[in-house]
């Protein structure tokens, strides 16, 4: 099947990217691997956004809440398929893109639907897979036993049961708040020496800080996993150092559970594999700020694919708001009308404005 563009994935960002190509006129196809908003859809759907509502409205359309506070998951959720109904969006849904190629005119994308492959041809590609695809592991004895899990599913599982969480970042402080509260045992392992409050969400940072201080939730900084039992894990020093007595020798946790959130990594190597530039020493994919195009020609980033690896770099849905628009106008030549009415909805956002700990 040919087109002139093909889309690849469908959360927030490449919901809106569609918006834009769509709303423009453009012939294209649009590839998600899973539901929209998998990535969201993947949490545990009560978890709390840290952006307030409006960064995180699409297409000029508003979320609306019953307390103006921010949305949990399974609220956005709902918005976003609104949002597809709204604007009528065609989405090959379950159809994950498995391989991609150059053409003498542009790519050649493959998908397996339900075991069979198929193969579309486009001038352009847009790659808005997010920076969440593959959990970065750890490489230790005991990872893939059972109890062990690299995303948080949600707390009553841990009911009554030794947790060790291990991380530092908003989505571990989360993990092991929600499931204290839930009445598990939790323990907190990070490499770092202390939690870091310009990494993390203040929230959560102030409640971590003094539950972790008073030792209802026992924290073993600047240590790593090394390896996993059925019952322990055992900590080593992690390179970060800063603790010294423990330093020296490793440290047996008892676990019934083990939480791995050490975070993930987007897509980089299709990137890689089609000969886009990267810069030097990073994951970070080059690209052309004002039209989102990588260095092939004709092939875009949108969204949190962006940052290729996201240990090293951050995007926030409130930040790739202009993404799609500036894709749209690269390929047709021509700005189109901002999307919505409202004023107050076109997102006079910055990275400078938000990129701070909280967006
Ligand atoms: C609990 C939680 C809270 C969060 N809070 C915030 C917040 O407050 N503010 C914020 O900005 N962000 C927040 N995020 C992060 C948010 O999920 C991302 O910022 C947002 O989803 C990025 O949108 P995106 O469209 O760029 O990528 P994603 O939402 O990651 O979408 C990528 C899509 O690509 C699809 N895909 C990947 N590979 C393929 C393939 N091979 N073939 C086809 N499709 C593919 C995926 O299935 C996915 O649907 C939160 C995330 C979680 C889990």
């Not at 849905?317 to 202009?322: D, L, M």
Request: hydrophobic content about 35%; glycine content about 8%; proline content about 6%.
């Amino acid at each position: 099947m040919e087109t002139d563009v093909i889309l690849i994935g469908a959360g927030p960002i490449g919901l809106e990217t569609a918006c834009a190509l769509k709303h423009a006129g453009v012939d294209y196809i649009h590839l998600e691997a899973g539901q929209i908003g998998q990535t969201i859809y993947d949490w545990p759907r009560h978890a709390r956004f840290f952006s307030s509502p409006e960064r995180v409205a699409i297409a000029g359309i508003p979320v609306q809440t019953h307390d103006q506070e921010q949305l949990i998951g399974e609220v956005y959720l709902a918005y976003l398929r609104s949002v597809v109904e709204i604007y009528d969006l065609d989405i090959h849904l379950y159809e994950p893109v498995t391989a991609i190629e150059r053409s003498d005119t542009g790519f050649v994308v493959t998908s397996n639907k339900r075991g069979t492959a198929r193969n579309y041809r486009s001038r352009y590609l847009v790659l808005a897979t997010g920076d969440m695809n593959t959990p970065n592991r750890l490489g230790i004895p005991g990872e893939e036993l059972p109890h062990v899990s690299h995303r948080f599913d949600e707390p009553h599982r841990y009911f009554r049961q030794k947790l060790l969480v291990v991380g530092g970042r908003n989505s571990a402080l989360e993990a092991a708040l929600r499931c204290f509260r839930a009445g598990a045992y939790v323990s907190l392992s990070y490499r770092r020496p202390y939690l870091d409050s310009s990494r993390t969400n203040s929230r959560l940072h102030l409640e971590l800080s003094i539950l972790t201080r008073k030792n209802y939730i026992p924290f073993y900084p600047s240590t790593v996993p090394v390896a996993v039992g059925p019952e322990h894990v055992d900590l080593g020093p992690s390179r970060y150092g800063g603790a010294s007595k423990r330093e020296t020798g490793l440290i047996r946790v008892d676990a019934d559970f083990v939480l791995l959130l050490t975070g993930f990594q987007g897509q980089v190597e299709w990137l890689k594999n089609l000969g886009a530039g990267f810069h030097p020493e990073s994951e970070i994919p080059k690209i052309n700020e004002a039209t989102m195009e990588t260095s092939v020609p004709g092939l875009f980033v949108a969204g949190t694919a962006v940052s290729g690896n996201q240990q090293s770099y951050k995007v926030f849905v409130a930040t790739a708001h202009e993404h799609g628009p500036k894709i749209v106008r690269a390929i047709t030549g021509t700005s189109h009308a901002p999307f919505g009415t409202v004023p107050s909805r076109r997102y006079p956002f910055t990275i400078q404005d938000i990129a701070s700990k909280d967006s």
